[in-house]
């Protein structure tokens, strides 16, 4: 346990922009919970009564509570969401989510049921679990880094500030927006003024401007102080990977490719965003600004669900081999 502990620390600084460490991250957790599972169901030092009663408490009350606890906040957070930020489909996201949750539920429920002996139930049981397990680990462990890479200073000297867009609001920056520029600017002056702020966003299909004309036009009237040859633009990228690769092109121009930076965006974005900077080959680590807490529940897990898109093929492939896996322990059976 402590050598993956030192593992993950050292991999953490050197590299922080690596998805296997929340991995290891992920392990280390499973470890833990197994261990404290071992000393709820086997630690002899209690009477044996002791021990089947507090067994009984976690498997078959701890876990569906839990589970419920988890799909009630779901519907809060939904609730919030669509009072505060509109009857979007996006703020039902995760109230779905809670849906899913208590499908889980009741199916464990039902498969804890003395009378339900069948075998094949029992297998499909253990096997939707194991799933549960596994995709819960990972959103636990994926939460713990994001604190930890929003925790995480910087302690280089950046030459130049990517600042990614979020949408607008016809030619207006919405709040999400401006809390970016704002952390933006804090770094800008954290700094003496000395890097290169790099505002990054094209123009979308519901918006008049482009994102980054619009960043800073924000800048200008609400930090006169800072030269307009402080600030440029690039307005042609329509995702996060493009915001990194477009914004390279005039990084490569300024600096050359060793040169450092940082780029920023909202607390809950920046690890994806991380991943992003490192496939497009950009040195730079990620800064986050505050946003609402009310939106950090959905829109983390909405980046959660995107992590497992652009690593999809790692996640597949484990799966297929725990699949593999039970089907070898069910024909043992």
């Known amino acids: 346990m402590i050598f993956l502990i030192f593992i993950v620390i050292a991999l953490f600084i050197i590299e922080p922009r690596w998805y296997n460490n929340i991995y290891f991250l992920a392990i280390i957790l499973l470890v833990e919970l197994l261990y404290y599972t071992e000393k709820i169901f086997f630690n002899q030092d209690f009477s044996e009564q002791v021990v089947n009663i507090t067994g009984y408490v976690f498997v078959f009350a701890f876990i569906p509570l839990v589970m419920a606890t988890m799909s009630v906040l779901t519907y809060f957070n ?6 505060k930020e509109g009857r979007k489909k996006s703020n039902l996201f995760i109230g779905l989510i809670g849906v899913a949750v208590n499908i889980v539920l009741v199916y464990y429920i039902y498969s804890m049921h003395p009378n339900n002996g069948n075998k094949y139930s029992e297998a499909g049981f253990f096997y939707v679990f194991g799933l549960f397990v596994y995709f819960t680990t990972m959103y636990s462990a994926t939460a713990i880094y994001l604190v930890l890479y929003n925790w995480r200073p910087i302690f280089y000297k950046p030459e130049y500030i990517i600042i990614l867009g979020s949408g607008l609001i016809g030619d207006q920056v919405p709040p999400l927006l401006a809390s970016r520029i704002e952390k933006g600017v804090q770094q800008y002056k954290k700094y003496k003024g000395q890097p290169l702020i790099i505002t990054s966003g094209g123009q979308g299909s519901d918006e008049k401007v482009a994102e980054s004309y619009a960043m ?3 800048i200008h009237e609400h930090y006169p102080e800072i030269p307009d040859q402080a600030v440029v633009m690039e307005d042609q990228s329509t995702t996060t990977f493009e915001n990194m690769l477009f914004s390279r092109k005039i990084i490569l121009e300024r600096f050359g490719a060793k040169a ?8 809950y974005h920046i690890l994806r965003a991380s991943y992003y900077a490192k496939r497009a080959k950009l040195r730079a680590n990620g800064v986050g600004s505050k946003t609402a807490f009310y939106y ?3 829109a983390f897990t909405r980046e959660f669900i995107g992590l497992l898109e652009m690593f999809k093929w790692r996640h597949i492939a484990l799966i297929i081999l ?9 024909r043992g059976m």
Do not use: A, D, M
């Not at 450092?260 to 607390?267: A, D």
């Open 322 to 330: 725990f699949t593999i896996f039970s089907i070898l322990v069910f």
């Open 78 to 83: 939904s609730k919030v969401l669509l009072e």
């Open 216 to 218: 800073k036009c924000y």
């Open 296 to 298: 950090v529940p959905n």
């Open 260 to 267: 450092r930076g940082i780029f920023v965006s909202n607390n």
